[in-house]
């Protein structure tokens, strides 16, 4: 028998009551073995409660995007796009509130968990079904976990959810609406993973799809969810067409939305060039944008359109340093780089008041952020110097210093996802230059990005990206040998059993200040003790729209969800 917890305040949160009304009679939270949310069904809309007015039912909205849909499997996803459509198209036990980061009801109505953190059980809505009839239950989920973390080598599915779910030991189904999720050690970030949004989700498939091979989940009419839309059609590189699916009525209780969605279609545009989406927006072409370019916010804002965005919630923008590399094994030359460029700058020079410069690896809205921006992170050119000076790096004939017949000449290899990145990389390049450091950029598009991966560890000096999770345990994730290993640290690395234990403590408790206290020592080590990165700029996903659109949401992974939106013509 597990050790179960007995009340909210020893899972380390407060005791809460939703008033969520199902026919005039209200529902609230109870605490029966460990934290256990209970929720029924709310009216109203969130789009009339924002002041836009009575929804409208019908049409179709023309939506643009920076990049495409590789597959309209949403688990296999790696690119904000495929995390957009996918989460139109799939739903996810829980949701998280963008505000507060509470994790609250969606297809489960309630939870529990033991005391070890190695056992969650969640009791299902009973009236969910997926778009071809089928009913959504613990079976379900069953399938859908094992083959998120474990894969399919028969069917050529790649396993995507082994880091998210670590330690996943399985999951049992006592009765039809019941599934225990079991990890064999402490998984304290498991909860909010169930909510996750962003790259390769776990956002639920029928059995019949699961079934299928991952080239016969390029037929969009082969991938079969449980959400608000479903596939249309899919043309690779071009466009992604959803439907309406009618008999949608279980949309997460926060966002008030009883019902199908009110659009009766979407279309994804694939458009690269940010000019071009712009271009079209004005001409009407396009209802609205993501991925708006900088210097267009304000052009657009004055010919009428709005801007609505959101700071992603997980780590900023950043340079992960190779520390099997050279020169960026040395701690020296990573410390001088994080205090020899000028963020202000870039604050002036590149990003618009969407965006922020970086303070931690941890954006401003993940608990437990803590502000490096007066220490370690401080620009101070005269430092960096003193820095390379003393560790041996002398200035040569062009200024880019040398040590032992070598120079210090430092590989990147980024994304251009984001619109922002690299102008924000370049002005890096060129202040690191003045102190003696010669930055070799190069910024790809997402799918070459990732093929280069495989020769990151030998190849590459720093690698730019961020990391999408509204949870402190995305640091493990980024960080741990045991994970992404965004540093590539050797065995013989000085301090790679502090990290890995540190980074392992961020799934051992939900207890808030616990956790808060975890997430410090993390940054610490990452930021300042071993300085495994230079955190850049917090990224935000801005989306420009006509003024007849309404009600597109932001989650706490800043993904967007259209289940709500509408026009008013």
Do not use: C
Not at 19 to 33: N, S
Not at 164 to 176: C, K, M, W
Not at 210 to 220: E, G, I, M, V, Y
Request: glycine residues 8%; without cysteine.
């Amino acid at each position: 028998m597990t050790d179960s917890l007995t009340s909210i305040e020893q899972a380390g949160g407060p005791r809460r009551k939703w008033p969520w009304v199902a026919g005039g009679v209200a529902v609230v939270l109870i605490a029966v073995l460990g934290v256990v949310w209970a929720v029924g069904s709310g009216p109203g809309d969130a789009a009339a409660a924002q002041g836009d007015g009575k929804p409208v039912s019908g049409g179709t909205l023309e939506f643009a995007l920076l990049d495409y849909q590789r597959s309209p499997d949403p688990q296999w996803g790696s690119n904000y796009a495929e995390s957009i459509i996918g989460n139109n198209v799939t739903d996810k036990l829980t949701w998280q509130d963008p505000k507060t980061g509470e994790i609250t009801p969606w297809l489960a109505e309630s939870w529990s968990y033991n005391r070890q953190l190695t056992e969650f059980t969640f009791h299902l809505r009973h009236d969910v079904t997926f778009s071809d009839g089928t009913p959504f239950n613990a079976a379900a989920v069953k399938a859908n976990f094992d083959q998120y973390v474990h894969g399919d080598p028969k069917l050529g599915i790649v396993a995507s959810g082994a880091s998210l779910f670590n330690g996943y030991a399985g999951t049992s189904t006592p009765d039809e609406f019941t599934a225990v999720v079991r990890f064999a050690k402490p998984n304290a970030s498991f909860l909010q993973a169930t909510s996750f949004t962003a790259n390769a989700q776990p956002g639920f498939l029928s059995l019949s799809t699961l079934k299928k091979s991952a080239d016969q989940r390029t037929n969009p009419k082969n991938v079969i969810g449980t959400g608000p839309f479903v596939y249309e059609s899919w043309q690779e590189q071009v466009k992604t067409v959803l439907v309406k699916r009618k008999d949608y009525n279980w949309s997460p209780p926060a966002l008030h939305h009883q019902g199908p969605a009110y659009l009766d279609k979407i279309v994804f545009n694939t458009i690269p060039e940010a000019s071009v989406r712009t271009g079209s927006l004005k001409s009407g072409t396009i209802d609205a944008t993501l991925d708006v370019g900088t210097t267009d916010e304000e052009p657009l804002k004055a010919a009428g359109f709005t801007i609505i965005s959101r700071q992603v919630s997980g780590t900023a923008i950043r340079w992960d340093f190779n520390t099997s590399l050279f020169p960026t094994n040395d701690l020296a030359v990573r410390k001088a780089i994080q205090r020899g460029w000028n963020r202000e700058s870039i604050e002036k020079t590149v990003l618009t008041k969407s965006y922020s410069i970086a303070r931690s690896i941890l954006a401003d809205s993940v608990t437990g952020f803590v502000d490096y921006s007066n220490t370690v992170l401080k620009y101070d050119p005269d430092e960096a110097k003193r820095l390379l000076d003393a560790d041996g790096w002398v200035p040569g004939a062009d200024g880019i210093r040398v040590k032992n017949g070598q120079r210090l000449v430092v590989k990147l290899v980024g994304i251009n996802n984001l619109v922002a990145n690299k102008p924000a990389y370049e002005s890096i390049q060129q202040d690191l230059r003045k102190i003696g450091i010669d930055v070799q950029l190069t910024v790809l598009p997402l799918a070459d990005w990732a093929a280069e991966q495989s020769k990151a560890r030998t190849k590459w000096n720093v690698k730019a990206a961020n990391r999408s999770r509204n949870d402190p345990g995305v640091l493990r994730l980024a960080y741990s040998p045991q994970a992404d290993d965004g540093s590539y640290l050797p065995k013989d690395f000085p301090g790679y059993g502090e990290i890995v234990s540190t980074l392992d403590k961020l799934d051992s408790t939900l207890d808030p200040a616990l956790r808060k206290e975890y997430a410090k020592q993390a940054q610490d080590l990452i930021v300042d003790k071993y300085a495994l990165a230079n955190p850049v700029y917090n990224p935000s996903q801005v989306i420009a729209e006509a003024p007849y659109v309404h009600g597109i949401v932001f989650d706490a992974q800043s993904r967007n969800h259209f289940v709500d939106a509408w026009k008013s013509r």
